[in-house]
C-alpha cells in the first residue's frame, strides 16, 4: 500500500538559512499535519491543513510557513533557520476528521541546522 | 488541554514474553481516540492500534492490543509473544480536536522497550 512520502529525507543547513520540505499524502487523503520531534522528545504538532484549507496551527514559529496544494501535497518552509530548528520533522496524512480517523506518519525529514 | 502519561521511560523484557506499556490520559471531551505509534531506531512512526472512547470492546490488532478502561482513563498498550524486533520507542497518543476540523495529536513522552534475547 501506498504511504506518506517525505523529501528530502535529509538536509542540513547552515544557521540564517531556509529550507523547504515537501510531503505527498497517501492518496486519496486530504488531511496533512506536521509534526516537529526534537532529540530525545516526543513529536509535537506544528501545523494542518484540511481540503487545501490552514486547519490548526500548534507550537510554529513565525519564521516558518507551510501551504497544502490543489494535488494535496504540502510544503513547509523554513526560513531564517537557527540551530534549534534541528529535529525530525514528520508529515502526516489522513483521510479526513472523524471518529475513526488515523493519522498516518511519513519516514520523516531529518534536519540538521549547523 | 488534553495530556498523555507515560510513567515507563523505559522496559526490559525477555523475548517471547508478554509486555504492557502503560498510558494514561486527560481530558474532559466525551469523544476522543487514543493511539499508539512504534518508533524504531531508523525514526519512523508506525501506527499500531487505534481505540475510540465509545468502543465496547478493547482493540486488537496481531500481537497488540489495547486494553482500554475508560473509568481509570488508561489506554495501556499490550503485545503478547514479544520478538527482537519490537525493541523501539513506544509512543501513545490522542486526538484533540483542532479548530479547523482536522485533528491533531498530543503525545506521551514514550516507553523505550528493549527485548533481550
Known amino acids: 500500500a501506498a504511504g506518506v512520502i517525505q523529501s528530502p529525507r535529509h538536509l542540513i543547513k547552515e544557521k540564517r538559512e531556509t529550507a523547504t520540505l515537501k510531503c505527498y499524502p497517501i492518496?486519496?487523503?486530504?488531511?496533512v499535519y506536521w509534526y516537529q520531534q526534537g532529540p530525545g522528545q516526543d513529536p509535537q504538532f506544528l501545523i494542518s491543513f484540511y481540503e487545501k484549507m490552514q486547519s490548526d496551527k500548534g507550537s510554529i514559529p513565525d519564521r516558518f510557513s507551510a501551504q497544502q496544494f490543489s494535488d494535496y501535497h504540502s510544503e513547509l518552509n523554513m526560513s531564517s533557520l537557527e540551530l534549534g530548528d534541528s529535529a525530525l520533522y514528520f508529515c502526516?496524512?489522513?483521510?479526513?476528521?472523524?471518529?475513526?480517523?488515523?493519522?498516518?506518519f511519513g519516514p520523516g525529514t531529518r534536519l540538521l541546522v549547523l | 488541554a488534553q495530556k498523555i502519561t507515560q510513567t515507563q521511560p523505559g522496559m526490559f523484557v525477555q523475548e517471547k514474553e508478554a509486555v504492557t506499556l502503560d498510558c494514561t490520559y486527560d481530558?474532559?471531551?466525551?469523544?476522543?481516540?487514543l493511539f499508539w505509534y512504534k518508533q524504531p531506531s531508523s525514526g519512523e512512526m508506525i501506527f499500531l492500534i487505534y481505540q475510540g472512547s465509545y468502543d465496547e470492546q478493547n482493540a486488537t490488532e496481531g500481537r497488540y492490543s489495547l486494553n482500554f478502561q475508560k473509568a481509570r482513563k488508561s489506554a495501556n498498550l499490550v503485545i503478547s509473544a514479544s520478538q527482537l524486533g519490537d525493541s523501539a520507542m513506544y509512543f501513545c497518543a490522542m486526538r484533540e480536536d483542532g479548530t479547523g476540523g482536522a485533528q491533531k495529536l498530543v503525545f506521551g513522552q514514550g516507553t523505550r522497550l528493549t527485548i533481550n534475547p
Open positions: 492518496p486519496r487523503h486530504d488531511t
Open positions: 502526516a496524512s489522513s483521510s479526513g476528521p472523524g471518529e475513526q480517523e488515523t493519522q498516518y
Open positions: 481530558t474532559s471531551d466525551q469523544s476522543y481516540g
